[in-house]
């Protein structure tokens, strides 16, 4: 707006305002058809791209139908299901095989505790019973065997990977070692985003045969290093056995009472591992679960009490915590117990496991630490009322032909030995399958194996033959192609509705004026009609439809498709009796699953069969190409949502377009001022024209 100062008709009496509004309403129909013209362009830019969202949909549809597996569904039929059951993969060759007989079915190895004794033997003491939820340490005298408890520290960290190509960690507490065959092993279990790693302190002297994941321990440094790139943000999960720890802290004066992390003290451990205290520069000893100072020789004033069984310790003298804050130093070890497991793989190889039961720990958790185990592939089992253990591989097969599929390592006196009374127990099962098929004998390690793309299901042992069928899925093979068809219909549907859809040139988009005398029912009337008929005739859509026709109606010239399946209308697709529909097809059922069931070959190649030229393509690899050139030359047109104006030709237009409607309305900016200021002059001068006639009306009236 112009900052020329405006009369408007003071003097002449006139409706300026009015006067310059008319005349400026004529002078701005050129800037109104410009905003028409932008309107349009950008109503065509969304119709092009809602048609092109089309277009892509069905370029991935083309993609699928490229694929073998859309074509090579197979299904089986087994003549006795309660004997054996099959699924065929997509690439199983067409026909039947027979099972003449199974012999023996595969069986997973087990082992049942105390089964090494002539007569079963329960592990818990006659009159005595074990509660798999309570704790361990609690129930010792329970075991008939009791429990080998060690003085050591479970502890727990856990650490996030940052990356690096050979990963680290260090650990707060050196690990108890153990030295088996050469080998020194550490007391630990880690866990890299749930995938299990044994530690050792040097992997050259691993076995070949026991394969897994390994990490190596630096006794010196105390760092845990694996020997491959940890990715950023990986879970680190290290649990390990120490021999004692030492936790430090700082309280404050009169404070009563000091919780240790782990319970379970090991009031009996002496050296390294013995209980002691430390409060500012005084050390404290411990002796029947009192805490006396050192200098106290003759124990006579125990400064506080520890509860062994929960690792509280509370003072009772309060003059030995009497500064504003006070360093509070215990070094202490735990009760723990050991047990070891392995288990052998279809390949020979072995996966060895070593378990740290913390005194706090229930049979519960021994067993879902077994069970959850990465790699060992033992699942065991504690039974209430039989009051038995058992362990049992969760692959069947006989997986190791030396022995046993599971072993039980470690000493005598490790937890599953002893207590759970495993020395010595016989495996059952670990057999394979075995049987004849088509004339042959063999065997698998599973019930269920794959033979030749087909996977059959050993159900029973039997000596009665079962036949096992594999076919064409008819069903699957149709139901994909009528999906491709059903896609193709919708596209030709969605382009020819804009070419026929109707235009109407006396719908001009509103103008914001023209909206305000409208309602708003009226307004979407109007806009329905002006942007109707926008792609009419678009030649682009036109030669798409014209191109594609052209090439779903084409025979396929390919030497390895039957001449009597050379073209869709062959196989019972063709276009519709209406034209107006602009080519849509249309299913002959019969004729269709007929074909595929004739000459699947054939029926798949007339799709996807590839070429050096079009007229040796299939439908799909013909229309791909046709259909990917179509949605690029609309992209060219009409830009995709990421896009910026200047990077498509309706965009660049409607930018021109912007550029022409700020020139103008600058222009008609200019040309209002230029109305006002011709205005203005008037009034002045009809101003200074009455002023003249008071003046002189008011000297001839005084004569």
Not at 245 to 251: G, S
């Amino acid at each position: 707006m112009s900052s020329i100062q405006r009369i408007t008709g003071l003097a002449s009496g006139m409706d300026i305002d009015s006067i310059v509004e008319k005349m400026m309403t004529a002078a701005k129909q050129p800037l109104v058809k410009l905003q028409q013209q932008k309107q349009i362009l950008e109503w065509q830019e969304e119709d092009y791209r809602t048609l092109n969202q089309k277009y892509f949909d069905f370029r991935s549809t083309l993609s699928n139908m490229k694929l073998t597996s859309k074509y090579r569904a197979r299904t089986t039929a087994s003549s006795n299901e309660n004997y054996v059951t099959a699924t065929a993969a997509n690439n199983a060759a067409l026909g039947s095989a027979t099972i003449q007989s199974v012999t023996q079915l595969a069986t997973a190895a087990t082992k049942i505790s105390g089964s090494g004794s002539e007569t079963a033997t329960t592990i818990s003491k006659s009159g005595a019973k074990i509660k798999a939820d309570a704790s361990l340490y609690s129930q010792t005298g329970n075991f008939l065997n009791g429990i080998t408890w060690n003085n050591g520290v479970v502890v727990s960290q856990s650490f996030s990977g940052d990356g690096d190509a050979t990963a680290s960690v260090k650990l707060s507490n050196p690990p108890v070692s153990t030295t088996t065959d050469g080998i020194t092993y550490y007391a630990m279990n880690v866990k890299v985003n749930g995938k299990t790693y044994q530690v050792v302190n040097d992997k050259s002297n691993i076995p070949d045969n026991e394969k897994g994941n390994y990490a190596v321990y630096n006794a010196e440094s105390g760092v845990l290093t694996f020997d491959s790139a940890v990715s950023s943000g990986s879970s680190i999960n290290v649990e390990y056995v120490a021999g004692a720890v030492t936790e430090t802290k700082t309280l404050a004066q009169g404070t009563a009472m000091m919780q240790l992390g782990h319970g379970l003290i090991a009031t009996d451990a002496g050296g390294d591992q013995a209980f002691s205290l430390k409060i500012n520069n005084t050390n404290y000893v411990l002796e029947n679960d009192k805490l006396y100072a050192e200098s106290d020789t003759g124990k006579s004033s125990p400064i506080g009490t520890l509860d062994a069984s929960t690792g509280l310790i509370t003072f009772t003298d309060s003059s030995v915590l009497s500064g504003e804050s006070n360093t509070v130093s215990v070094t202490y070890s735990s009760k723990y117990a050991t047990m070891s497991l392995g288990s052998y793989n279809e390949d020979g190889s072995m996966n060895k496991a070593a378990f740290y039961i913390d005194g706090t720990d229930s049979l519960n958790d021994v067993m879902a630490n077994v069970n959850n185990h990465s790699t060992l592939g033992v699942s065991m089992y504690y039974d209430e009322n039989a009051d038995r253990v058992s362990l049992t591989r969760k692959m069947t097969g006989d997986l190791n032909k030396n022995g046993d599929e599971i072993i039980i390592g470690g000493s005598e006196n490790d937890f599953l030995n002893q207590t759970l009374q495993f020395n010595g127990s016989r495996e059952s099962g670990g057999e394979n399958a075995k049987f004849t098929i088509n004339g042959l004998e063999t065997e698998r390690t599973s019930n269920t194996f794959t033979i030749s793309g087909v996977t059959y299901t050993l159900k029973s042992k039997f000596d009665t033959p079962v036949t096992v069928t594999v076919s064409n899925d008819t069903d699957t093979i149709f139901k994909n192609i009528k999906d491709f068809v059903d896609q193709y219909n919708s596209l030709i549907d969605a382009v020819q509705s804009k070419l026929n859809e109707d235009r109407y040139p006396d719908y001009a988009p509103l103008t914001d004026d023209q909206r305000k005398e409208l309602t708003d029912t009226q307004q979407d009337q109007w806009d329905k009609k002006a942007r109707s008929g926008l792609l009419r005739n678009d030649m682009t859509l036109k030669s798409s439809l014209s191109n594609m026709r052209s090439l779903i109606y084409s025979k396929v010239n390919n030497a390895n498709i039957s001449s009597e399946y050379n073209q869709l209308s062959s196989i019972g697709i063709t276009t519709t009796s209406d034209w107006l529909k602009g080519g849509k097809l249309e299913i002959n059922e019969d004729k269709l699953k007929a074909a595929i069931q004739n000459d699947p070959d054939s029926v798949e190649l007339l799709f996807r069969a590839t070429g050096s030229t079009t007229s040796e393509k299939g439908i799909v690899q013909r229309l791909y190409d046709s259909v990917n050139q179509t949605y690029n030359t609309i992209v060219d047109k009409a830009g995709k949502s990421t896009y910026v104006n200047t990077q498509f030709t309706i965009g660049k237009n409607i930018n021109d377009l912007t550029d022409k409607i700020s020139d103008m309305n600058d222009k008609l900016d200019k040309l209002e001022d230029r109305y006002y200021a011709q205005f203005t002059a008037m009034e002045q001068a009809i101003q200074k024209y009455n002023s003249q006639y008071t003046y002189l009306s008011s000297f001839f009236s005084n004569s």
